[in-house]
């Protein structure tokens, strides 16, 4: 009998993905309770939701898509978007820092 057909070998894989599932049902719970905190400041909740989602896509991206166990190249792709896609968001915020001023009607 192969070692692929091995009975323990899927259920290793099926308690890591039980695993991150509860860990990604975990952080949807602390997502949730975290938005009725009040910070203070409406910019505090989303960094923090946005700190709570970015572990959750590291987990999906990892586990789920299977990047953990990738060579170097799919990181350096990885990266590469990550970087880009951090650009297009800044690029977006920035162009809208001013938009209400634009607006006004004097």
Known sequence: ???SHNPE?????VR???YVFYALLVGTIITVLASYIPFGNHAVNIGVALFIA?????LVG?????LVSERKMIYGVLAF???F?????FLTIW???DFPAKTQLH
Do not use: E, N, V
Not at 9 to 13: E, G, K, R
Not at 54 to 58: D, M, R, Y
Not at 62 to 66: A, D, N, S, T, V
């Open 62 to 66: 990892g586990y789920f898509m299977h």
């Open 95 to 97: 162009s809208m820092a």
């Open 54 to 58: 970015s572990g959750k896509a590291f």
């Open 9 to 13: 070998h899927f259920s290793h894989h």
């Open 1 to 3: 009998m192969s070692d």
């Open 16 to 18: 890591r993905y039980l």
């Open 81 to 83: 978007t990550a970087f």
């Open 85 to 89: 896609f951090i650009g297009l968001m």
